[in-house]
């Protein structure tokens, strides 16, 4: 296909991904662990076959087609690489969007409700830039005529998306600042360390008798590297069965977050470089022989205070958000949403 072609194409696969997230089918920045317990309530199920979701509230209520919900559905699912589109990821797909039209129905009555306006400037802006997008505006009007959509309606939706944007920004304000002592700790907790570690595979659906086998071995390196003339890195290239073996186990730096919360909690807790964890740490990769290399240094405290201050806007942000959900009802078309919610 050639670049001129490509560029005509171009704006009618953008303009319907932008309509569809403008009309309410986003994901609303959801992901598993937040959507695990949803925070809504859950309806009586839709029977109506042209209705995926239905959500109300003080507000009044919101519809989403059954339609839109699997066009957004197949968006989100081509974003993801083959490997992740399991069935948990798939349900975890329903129920993002499920949480993000809920999530946008409560942000837009709760703007109105407030008052909050959207500056006419900007949402003009938008369009402009929209219409850039296409040859003439002739071609863009045929565009939005094909997704039974105008110019007008285009603008309501982006001066939705706009008042839900400067609620959100007004929300970000109702935080508490850290203080110093609050500083000091976050400094801390969050220092980057260095470590080595050997890995002995047993997954999570692995037989007894492989963990068993797993576990026994790695109590038994844990008693050889816990030596002081045994050379770990030996021991890692020799045993290890993850990445990291040709590297002496070698992990190089890295902060809590980067490590699943067994091996970070295991980490942390050593205080002196070339400590050994007491006992093997299992996570869902197997069995961990972990050894401190670097206890590092606190984070600087002018970085960890705005890093700091910025977690506890966007936490605010979803404490106000989720107290809203809280009065939302969500009912779903068993039929067409498979996300095996909780009722």
Do not use: W
Not at 65 to 78: D, E, G, I, L
Not at 109 to 131: S, Y
Request: net charge negative; proline share 3%; with cysteine.
């Amino acid at each position: 296909m050639s670049l001129p072609t490509l560029s005509r194409l171009l704006p009618a696969v953008v303009l319907p991904a932008l309509i569809l997230s403008l009309a309410g089918c986003g994901s609303g920045n959801g992901t598993s662990s937040e959507t695990a317990d949803v925070p809504y309530q859950m309806g009586n199920a839709v029977s109506d076959s042209t209705v995926a979701l239905v959500v109300s509230s003080e507000y009044g209520s919101d519809t989403l087609t059954a339609q839109r919900y699997q066009q957004q559905v197949r968006m989100s699912m081509k974003r993801q690489a083959p490997g992740q589109q399991s069935e948990d990821q798939t349900q975890d797909t329903h129920r993002q969007l499920i949480r993000g039209f809920a999530r946008q129905h409560a942000l837009r009555g709760e703007a109105k409700a407030q008052g909050v306006e959207a500056d006419p400037a900007q949402v003009n802006a938008r369009v402009e830039k929209l219409k850039q997008r296409y040859e003439s505006e002739e071609q863009f009007r045929k565009q939005l005529a094909r997704n039974n959509m105008t110019i007008d309606s285009v603008r309501s939706l982006l001066a939705d998306q706009f008042r839900q944007q400067q609620l959100q920004r007004e929300m970000a304000q109702n935080f508490e600042e850290p203080s110093s002592e609050d500083v000091t700790a976050y400094s801390e907790e969050n220092r980057r360390i260095r470590a080595q570690h050997i890995l002995l595979k047993a997954g999570e659906n692995a037989p007894e008798s492989e963990v068993d086998s797993a576990r026994q071995a790695a109590t038994a390196l844990v008693d050889s590297a816990q030596m002081d003339d045994v050379d770990f890195a030996e021991l890692a290239r020799r045993h290890s069965q993850g990445p990291s073996a040709q590297k002496g186990g070698d992990l190089g730096f890295f902060t809590r977050d980067r490590m699943v919360d067994e091996f970070a909690e295991a980490a942390y807790a050593l205080s002196d470089s070339g400590d050994v964890a007491d006992e093997p740490v299992r996570t869902r990769f197997g069995f961990h022989v972990i050894r401190l290399t670097n206890a590092g240094e606190p984070m600087d405290t002018t970085k960890a205070r705005k890093q700091m201050t910025k977690e506890r806007r966007q936490q605010a942000v979803e404490d106000q958000i989720n107290a809203l959900l809280d009065d939302v009802t969500v009912r779903t078309n068993p039929d067409i949403v498979s996300a095996g919610l909780r009722k």
